[in-house]
């Protein structure tokens, strides 16, 4: 039997979901997502609404200095604009994130960069002022952890030669 083509998780909001936490979307306009997703490779999901939260919810962030992998691990919280703590939600979509790519046997995520669930270089400073710092979201760093590359929206050639990595694999066995 033939091993299914590979698919990439993506976030839902960069296929014009309004699924932000100020309910619109963040649609990217790219020819390469446009043949990934006429290819049927896409899978969307926004981590967020998979943990439960709202649409529209108020804006959340990692705490200041801290990083997605410590949110897992129980060493830091995630906190909203209102002084509120959806962590559990967030840890939630993640699970869900992850259970995803287990269930299709996804190897490649492209995420929204900047949030706190899906950031895969940078994130929200933890202060609510705008800034963005280098840093990891929880679904990104959970994702990774579990061996699926990890790749931004300013990333698509990446993800399209990790891609085409994949394809080599699957048809002819290690790439010469």
């Known amino acids: 039997m033939a091993e299914a083509r590979p698919r990439i998780l993506v976030s839902a909001c960069l296929l014009g979901a ?4 100020d309910g619109r979307a963040q649609e990217l306009r790219s020819a390469l997502l446009d043949q990934w997703q006429a290819a049927g490779l896409l899978l969307p999901l926004c981590p967020e609404l998979a943990g439960g939260l709202p ?6 962030e990692i705490e200041a200095g801290s990083q997605g992998w410590q949110v897992w691990l129980g ?5 909203d604009a209102q002084g509120g703590d959806p962590t559990e939600a967030f840890k939630a979509g993640a699970a869900a994130a992850l259970a995803l790519v287990q269930r299709h046997g996804l190897r490649i995520a492209v995420l929204k960069e900047g949030s706190p669930s899906c950031g895969s270089q940078r994130i929200a400073s933890g202060h609510f002022d705008g800034i963005k710092r280098a ?3 929880l679904t990104a760093a959970l994702l990774r952890q579990h061996g699926v590359q990890v790749f931004s929206e300013h990333e698509l050639d990446a993800a399209q030669a990790a891609l085409q990595e994949l394809v080599s694999w699957q048809v002819g066995g290690a790439p010469a």
């Open 18 to 21: 309004p699924v932000r936490y």
């Open 55 to 60: 649409v529209p919810r108020p804006p959340a």
């Open 75 to 79: 060493q830091a919280r995630i906190r």
């Open 135 to 137: 840093g990891l979201g």
